[in-house]
């Protein structure tokens, strides 16, 4: 079909948005979300032009229904393709609540970080001398901290909201962390480890080809103590306490799909204690797209 020719049925079938038959407006929906996001931009101006409430809700709904189905395509491509850009998957996770995210302006933001903490870094340094850099330029100059108050609110999953707050949750933290570290071949990797997520600095950066033991974890890292560092000994009695059965997973590096579905745990947990059953649903929805 010719752009013409599409634009005029899109028109087209906007104006029947205000359809009272059911059965006729199911067939328009069904046909705008054919477009997808294309459709958009035209929904957006027949929102503005309209006052008509009802016509108003049916447009955001679409919209948002056609944003979650391109978002889920969006973690699906990451998950085929992307996993091993952690910034790219925490993004996509703010795209839920902020589907017209600049992207750049983000990386810009955590870019500036990056360069803070490359300045201060030199290969003579041991590993606890560059966490020190580390814990210093994030949690000293750019002034990120643990939500204490607020440990549960779904803002401390988008790195949008973390960003102007400069408050997150423990996974978040370390998120923005391990993307600072390993940009700069600094060997820090998730942890996750149930009830607070940690980080691990290792003997080396990961390569395929090699498979990490609990003897390459120098030390470990808690984000949401500033970076506060410990033993694996420590670990282990924080897995006792919580009457786990011992295992490596406790203690060696997660991949960055399992970061970001723990990112959408932290909010189907938070959505679900705010009592909204429909975001509940849709992040699980979106959940299975990395699974």
């Known amino acids: 079909m ?13 104006s029947l948005l205000d359809e009272p038959d059911t059965d006729i407006f199911g067939k328009v929906r069904e046909r705008l979300f054919s477009y997808g996001t294309k459709a958009i931009p035209a929904l957006e101006n027949a929102w503005d032009h309209s006052f008509d409430g009802k016509m ?16 889920y395509n969006d973690f699906v491509g990451w998950r085929k393709d992307h996993t091993g850009d952690l910034l790219k998957g925490f993004v996509l996770v703010s795209k839920y609540q902020y589907p017209d995210l600049d992207e750049k302006m983000i990386i810009g933001q955590i870019g500036s ?20 850099v580390v ?8 002034k990120f901290t643990g939500n204490k108050t607020n440990l549960h609110a779904p803002q401390n999953s988008f790195i949008k909201d973390i960003i102007e707050t400069k408050k997150a949750n423990p996974i978040s933290l370390s998120i923005i962390y391990l993307i600072v570290s390993q940009s700069l071949n600094v060997p820090v990797y ?48 924080f897995v006792r306490q919580l009457n786990l059965k011992d295992e490596d997973v406790y203690y060696l590096p997660c991949d960055n799909v399992a970061i970001i579905s723990r990112v959408f745990n932290n909010l189907i947990f938070a959505y679900e204690g705010s009592g909204n059953p429909e975001k509940v649903a849709e992040i699980k929805w979106l959940q299975q797209a990395i699974a």
Request: proline content about 2%; glycine content about 2%.
């Open 190 to 237: 998730g942890i996750n480890l149930p009830q607070n997520f940690i980080m691990a600095y290792a003997d080396r950066m990961f390569h395929k080809d090699f498979n990490f033991s609990r003897d390459n974890m120098q030390f470990y890292i808690n984000a949401f103590n500033k970076g506060a560092v410990f033993t694996r000994r420590e670990v282990e009695l």
């Open 2 to 14: 010719a752009l013409e020719e599409k634009n005029k049925e899109l028109s087209a079938l906007i």
């Open 113 to 132: 970080v990056i360069q803070d903490v490359w300045l201060e870094l030199n290969q003579n340094l041991t590993p606890l001398e560059k966490i020190k």
């Open 135 to 142: 814990n210093h330029i994030l949690f000293d100059v750019h």
């Open 56 to 71: 108003q809700k049916r447009i955001e709904n679409i919209i948002h229904e056609i944003q979650l189905k391109g978002l």
